[in-house]
């Protein structure tokens, strides 16, 4: 094969791969913010269920959400450090946050071996900010707040 015998140039050719690289990019770039973006999801939807058994005022169920147990009324003596009573008194109607009647998570923050999850609760101006470990799923008070609302940090959480 000669140089003379060469194939034409299509430039049609050309532009078909660059749109299928930059394509590639995109989709690329997308999915890796989607994936980073949802890494939080299963502590965020632990706290989702966990506000939701307390709005239908089913605090057993509540309760094993917080332990991640849900039986845990087969051995209650497992959990002698935050028990049942403790809970109730926290989390039920004359508790802190009374009855809930709405709820909202709003963000998360992953520093360490936990999630800490900010939600809304009741339309309050004070936000509960709850830590879920990322190993045994249980919840727990956070001992750190999170400050929650502005795009760039829902952009980047």
């Known amino acids: 094969m000669t140089l003379l015998d060469a194939k034409q140039y299509d430039p049609g050719s050309d ?3 660059r749109i299928a690289i930059m394509v590639t990019l995109l989709v690329l770039v997308v999915a890796g913010w989607v994936s980073y973006h949802y890494r939080n999801y299963p502590a965020r939807h632990a706290v989702a269920q966990f506000f939701a058994a307390l709005q239908q005022q089913d605090f057993g169920r509540a309760y094993g959400i917080w332990q991640h147990d849900p ?3 087969q051995h209650p003596s497992k959990y002698p450090n935050y028990g049942f009573n403790d809970f109730y008194r926290d989390w039920g109607p004359s508790g802190e946050w009374g009855v809930i009647k709405t709820y ?3 963000c998360s923050l992953a520093p360490g071996n936990g999630v800490i999850v900010g ?3 009741n339309g309050r101006a004070e936000h509960p900010s709850l830590w879920v470990g990322k190993n ?3 919840i727990s008070f956070s001992p750190n707040e999170i400050q929650c609302g502005n795009w760039w ?3 980047t959480e």
Request: proline letters at 0%; glycine letters at 0%.
């Open 153 to 155: 940090s829902w952009l």
């Open 15 to 17: 532009r078909r791969k």
């Open 119 to 121: 939600a809304t609760v």
């Open 104 to 106: 909202s998570v709003d």
């Open 136 to 138: 045994d799923r249980t």
């Open 71 to 73: 039986q845990w009324k």
